[in-house]
């Protein structure tokens, strides 16, 4: 192949993007409660070791970029769109009447909100500082937060308290630093209460988000289990109104299953908001578009989801490569993941209703028969075969996946 001038390569990407097929719509997109964060959509690609390698995009481009590809809701950090200086401020008022006219311009709706509490210097000892100022100040900053989020309509606030932690051994006290935390969180649902009752609106969802590794050394709260222990340790004023914001790539990246993580919380009626992308365990935040990595893994979690009547959102919290042009993030990487995703909720529709499954499935919950439940070998021989069934399911799984249930075939 000849080399391919500039001028040609985005009609390039666009003629194999059509030839790829399989595209939903906008208005099919839009079926789903999906969100589209601010922060994915204007990540310039910069990284720990890497400079930007996109330019900057404003917040009315990201949303007029969702409502053009039917992601029908937006969410965002505090600064990504405010300035911290600007916080609290007039400036802050003109911008989010901006913000509200765009969603409005372009039918998108704001979902959710959530504070930086780790990218600014103010905290460098976390928002549960060892400095009463640093606490009052993080304090505020959820309550304005909150109030933001209100102006917007959204319905969910997340929390990320990824610098809630030490570097070096000895640095703090775990426990205190926890209650200094959940007074930040409760002073949000406080203002959270009195702003919903002002304006006659539905309080949020508070959602904790873990995750094990970064920015901190150590981490307090690292999995979604531990935030589950923290919820119901009697710190919180207000638990009936927190919950979980798990991430899929969060859960995974300690070598746990985010499925399982999943279901502890589905368990625990805590389970808000969820994270979507993909990645590798063991290994950094890649944010990988979903289904790129563990596709069958993902048919799974989606299995879980759908049997057990989920309805809250799936916020695209994925980074489009650092390879991936300006043009690139909206023609290819969030259209994509979004019909990725599409694909996997309905396979997994398809899975709930598959004859060969419900039969395995059935079978192995009947158990085999005429078997003394206390008779320990009559128990193990009578279900011996059944258990079988455990890989065939598996196998059915992986059929469906690549659409061998429906007669496809590959030659050798």
Not at 36 to 59: I, K, M, N
Not at 288 to 298: A, K
């Amino acid at each position: 192949m000849n080399p391919i001038p500039v001028e040609q390569q985005q009609s390039l990407i666009e003629r194999l993007m059509k030839a790829c097929g399989g595209e939903y719509s906008p208005e099919r997109r839009r079926k789903y409660f999906l969100s589209g964060p601010q922060w994915a959509g204007a990540y310039e690609g910069h990284a720990l070791f890497h400079a930007p390698t996109r330019s900057p995009v404003t917040f009315e481009q990201v949303i007029e970029k969702w409502g053009e590809l039917g992601i029908g809701h937006w969410t965002t950090h505090d600064t990504d769109v405010i300035g911290a200086k600007d916080l609290g401020t007039e400036r802050q008022e003109q911008i989010v009447n901006r913000i509200g006219q765009a969603l409005k311009k372009h039918g998108v709706q704001c979902s959710m909100v959530t504070t930086e509490t780790f990218h600014h210097p103010v905290f460098a000892a976390s928002p549960a500082a060892e400095a009463p100022q640093v606490r009052e100040y993080a304090a505020w900053r959820l309550r304005n937060t909150v109030a933001i989020g209100h102006e917007l309509g959204a319905q969910f606030a997340v929390y990320w308290p990824g610098s809630l932690g030490y570097y070096v051994q000895g640095a703090i006290e775990e426990t205190q630093t926890l209650k200094w935390y959940a007074e930040g969180l409760n002073a949000a649902c406080d203002a959270d209460i009195e702003i919903a009752r002002k304006k006659g609106r539905p309080t949020l969802k508070h959602c904790l988000e873990a995750k094990p590794f970064e920015p901190q050394a150590e981490i307090l709260l690292p999995t979604s289990d531990a935030m589950l222990a923290f919820i119901f340790s009697g710190l919180l004023e207000h638990p009936e109104m927190v919950g979980l914001n798990p991430e899929y790539l969060h859960e995974l990246m300690w070598g746990a299953a985010p499925r399982a993580a999943l279901a502890r919380a589905l368990l625990a009626g805590k389970l808000f908001h969820f994270d979507i992308n993909d990645g590798y365990r063991l290994k950094h935040d890649v944010d990988i578009g979903v289904g790129l990595v563990n596709p069958l893994d993902w048919l799974n979690v989606l299995v879980l989801l759908r049997s057990h009547g989920y309805n809250g959102p799936f916020n695209l919290d994925y980074k489009p490569p650092r390879t991936t042009s300006n043009y690139g993030v909206f023609a290819v990487s969030f259209p994509t993941a979004v019909d990725r995703f599409i694909t996997l909720w309905d396979m997994a529709g398809e899975v709930l209703s598959d004859p060969v499954i419900q039969a395995a499935t059935e079978a192995l919950k009947a158990g085999g028969a005429n078997a003394d439940a206390r008779d320990v070998d009559a128990v193990t021989n009578a279900n011996k075969e059944l258990l079988t069934l455990h890989e065939l399911i598996a196998h059915r799984l992986f059929q469906i996946l690549i659409g061998q249930h429906r007669g496809r075939t590959f030659a050798v």
